[in-house]
Each structure stands twice: as structure tokens, then as C-alpha cells.
């Protein structure tokens, strides 16, 4: 009987040399070294339909397809919180035509996170960007896991690092207004502290390692405040593409840089 491989064909000569390649990556990595929070750009969903001559479309599917794949990789490393990039708020000026059905396509692919109950899902973006009901399916979704023990999956939705930096400045001011502080009050004693504690991942520790497919090597507005001491990998492969031997190299990579946090 003939095995299938991972993409569901049967098993050929790259099959067996890539299986035996990740088990060897997989074996040498030290599990004391590897992150605690992986946050990914899943980056060149259009340009993989591009290349096969399909629609855009196809390509945000074949994007969403993979995420649980991921989660699994991560999970199965003893990652403790993911972040996903699934839209920035740039994002939100495409065209009409292949905007709608993205966002059905990422309502769906978390409804089905949620789902599956394996992982805990949190929202973070600027849900008011997003159409209402966008917003109160993905919102639902959420809700629905909060109970879940295990991995934190962060979906970001409608996400751009100013604006993420913007909003919680805006709700530490609030916050303090209603507590009878006056600007000057606020602005003597603000540290950076405050500011984080009104981020969007709030309470969690910031990314160990920021991984970005597709080839571009620029954050684009990802986690700007988070990611201040965070590793960050880059690979050449389009998001569809990323393959479980390309995660096993980026926790490699990672493991092997010594961290300095600035010292």
C-alpha cells in the first residue's frame, strides 16, 4: 500500500529524505532553549495563487488551511501562546471583491479553531475597523474557548502595531481620567509599564520569536512594542508552502542566537 505524505500524495524519494531530515532537527533541538510565545506572519497567501494561476481567494483558503497545522507544530514544541497575522489594518483598504470573502474565510477558519477546542483564542485588533459582523463572529468564537486550558492563540484581526500603541494609550488616559487624575498627574508619573498593561496581549509575555514567511524581512507594523527583544526568523517559502521541516529550522535558528535583551 502506497503511504501519503503530508499534502495527501503518495509518498516519493523527497517524502523520506525530508521525514528523516526533520526527525534529525527535531532530535538536536534543546528543549531548554526553545520560545514560549511564537508569533507568525502568514505572509504570501496571494502571490502562492499567483504562481498557480488561480484566484486570491484560493490563496486565503489555502492559507487558513494550514493554521491548525501550525498550532499542532507549536503545541507539539511546548509553545505556550501563538500570535497569528491574519489581517492588518492596511489590509482593510483591498478591494471590496477580494476583501468580503476574506473575511469569511478567516470568520470561518476561527470558528473552526474554536471548534476543534484545543486551543484558547483571543481577538486582538481593532474589532471596530472590522464589519459588525465580522467582529461578533470572531468575538463569539473567543468567548467560546475561554475555558479552555492550554495553548493562548492570538488572532490578529484588523492589527496594526501604531494603532495597537494608539489604543492603549487612549485607554490608560481614560482609565486614569475616571480616577480623578489630571493630564499633568498622568503624564508625571507614566511609565512603560502602564502603557503595556493596556496592549492587546495584556498579560502575556511578549514574542520569543516573530517568524515571517514569503521572503519579505520587515515587521510591517507587527507587534512593534512587543517585539523589541524579540528573535526574528525569515523564510523564502509562501505562507500555503511553510512545511513542518521550516518551523523545525526556525526553532534552530532561535535556540542557537544567545539573547541579550539589550545588555
Not at 496571494?46 to 498550532?71: M, N, P
Not at 476574506?102 to 470558528?111: C, M, N, R, W
Not at 495553548?151 to 501604531?162: D, L, P, Q, S
Not at 526553532?251 to 539589550?262: D, V
Request: charged share 30%; hydrophobic share 40%.
Amino acid at each position: 500500500m502506497t503511504r501519503a505524505s503530508r499534502r495527501g500524495g503518495p509518498v516519493g524519494w523527497r517524502d523520506v529524505v525530508y521525514g528523516a531530515y526533520e526527525r534529525r532537527v527535531l532530535k538536536d533541538l534543546p528543549k531548554e532553549a526553545l520560545p514560549r510565545h511564537v508569533a507568525v506572519m502568514l505572509d504570501g497567501n496571494r502571490r502562492w495563487a499567483k504562481a498557480r494561476g488561480a484566484g486570491t481567494a484560493s490563496g486565503h483558503q489555502a492559507g487558513a488551511d494550514k493554521i491548525e497545522e501550525l498550532l499542532e507544530w507549536c503545541r507539539d514544541a511546548g509553545v505556550e501562546y501563538v500570535t497569528l497575522w491574519l489581517l492588518s489594518t492596511d489590509n482593510l483598504r483591498r478591494a471590496e471583491e477580494e476583501l468580503a470573502p476574506l473575511l469569511k474565510i478567516i470568520e470561518t477558519a476561527v470558528a473552526d479553531l474554536a471548534e476543534s477546542g484545543n486551543w484558547r483564542l483571543k481577538i486582538v485588533g481593532a474589532l471596530d475597523l472590522l464589519p459588525p459582523e465580522t467582529a461578533a463572529s470572531l468575538s463569539a468564537s473567543a468567548e467560546r474557548t475561554k475555558d479552555v486550558e492550554g495553548m493562548t492563540v492570538n488572532v490578529a484581526v484588523g492589527y496594526g502595531g501604531r494603532r495597537e500603541i494608539a489604543d492603549a494609550v487612549r485607554d490608560l488616559l481614560l482609565a486614569r481620567a475616571a480616577d480623578g487624575e489630571s493630564i499633568e498627574q498622568i503624564a508625571a508619573g507614566l511609565t512603560v509599564e502602564d502603557i503595556a498593561e493596556h496592549l492587546y496581549t495584556k498579560g502575556q509575555p511578549d514574542p520569543d520569536l516573530v517568524i515571517r514567511t514569503s521572503g519579505e524581512q520587515r515587521l510591517g507594523g507587527f507587534l512593534l512594542w512587543q517585539s523589541a527583544t524579540s528573535e526574528f526568523y525569515f523564510c523564502e517559502a509562501y505562507w500555503p508552502d511553510f512545511r513542518h521541516v521550516d518551523f523545525l529550522r526556525a526553532l534552530r535558528a532561535y535556540a542557537g542566537r544567545h539573547r541579550r535583551f539589550g545588555g
